[in-house]
C-alpha cells in the first residue's frame, strides 16, 4: 500500500519556524521527486516547493525563497520542508506529493501520489 505520511504542522506566531515531514512507503521513493503543495481555505492548491529525485535539487516557490528549505533522506524515505520566518500568510494545509522525475514540477495533477495533509498555522 502506497502511503505519504506527514507530521509536524501547528500553530506558531509569526517570525516562528516548523519542519513538516513526509514518511513514504510503498513505493521505489527513491525513483520519485517529492514536491510540497499548500492549500488556504478558498485557495487553489500551490506548489511550494520540490526536490528531485537523483542529486536532490530544490526549487521554490518565490514567495518562500530564502525561508524554506526542503531536503530528502533516502535511508529514511522521508522528506522534510524546514519552514523559517513564517508569515501569517504562509498558513495552510501543507501536502507532500510524488511525482515522477520526468514530469516533477508545479503542476499538481501530474503527481501520482499525496499525503494527507497538515495544517500550519501562523498567527499575527
Known amino acids: 500500500e502506497v502511503q505519504l505520511v506527514e507530521s509536524g504542522g501547528g500553530l506558531v506566531q509569526a517570525g516562528g519556524s516548523l519542519r513538516l515531514s513526509c514518511a513514504a512507503s510503498g513505493f521505489t521513493f527513491d525513483d520519485y521527486a517529492i514536491g510540497w503543495f499548500r492549500q488556504a481555505p478558498g485557495k487553489e492548491r500551490e506548489g511550494v516547493s520540490f526536490i528531485s529525485s537523483g542529486d536532490g535539487t530544490t526549487y521554490y516557490t518565490d514567495s518562500v525563497k530564502g525561508r524554506f528549505t526542503a531536503s530528502r533522506d533516502n535511508a529514511k524515505n522521508t522528506v522534510y520542508l524546514q519552514m523559517n520566518s513564517l508569515k501569517p500568510e504562509d498558513t495552510a494545509v501543507y501536502y507532500c506529493?510524488?511525482?515522477?522525475?520526468?514530469?516533477?514540477?508545479?503542476?499538481?495533477?501530474?503527481?501520482?501520489?499525496w499525503g494527507q495533509g497538515n495544517q500550519v498555522t501562523v498567527s499575527s
Open positions: 506529493g510524488a511525482v515522477s522525475p520526468v514530469v516533477a514540477g508545479w503542476d499538481p495533477e501530474l503527481y501520482d501520489y
